[in-house]
């Protein structure tokens, strides 16, 4: 049975930092390529950042720079580091992995507000 996991949402100040976990069994995860997404209120899910099986990364205009995402396949987990955050990221952020089929978590709040 797959299951993907997502950590370590929460309440952070304008500026302030969090980071995201995400950890996936079920599958053989060093094969998978992996991903960040994000839906806000009234708004359809986007793109945050993904990274390849090989560790190629790329990531949404809206976060380069701010954003890190990176992979640990001896733990089956990927990680979102996210500093100097906005009010307009305030979103459930979901991971997904894929190769041809897609297998999706059920997201963590990240809520960024003073």
């Known amino acids: 049975q797959v299951q993907v996991v997502e950590s370590g949402g929460g309440l952070v100040q304008p500026g302030g930092s969090l980071g995201l976990s995400c950890a996936a069994s079920?599958?053989?995860?060093?094969?998978?390529?992996m991903g960040w997404y994000r839906q806000a209120p009234g708004k359809e899910r986007e793109l945050v950042a993904t990274?390849?099986?090989?560790?190629?990364?790329i990531y949404a205009d809206a976060v380069k720079g701010r954003f890190t995402i990176s992979r640990d396949n001896a733990k089956n987990t990927i990680y979102l580091q996210m500093n100097n955050l906005k009010p307009e990221d305030t979103a459930v952020y979901y991971c997904?992995?894929?190769?041809?089929?897609?297998?999706w978590g059920k997201g963590t709040l990240v809520t960024v507000s003073s």
């Open positions: 997904n992995a894929r190769v041809g089929v897609i297998y």
């Open positions: 079920g599958i053989i995860f060093s094969r998978f390529n």
């Open positions: 990274i390849t099986s090989g560790g190629n990364t």
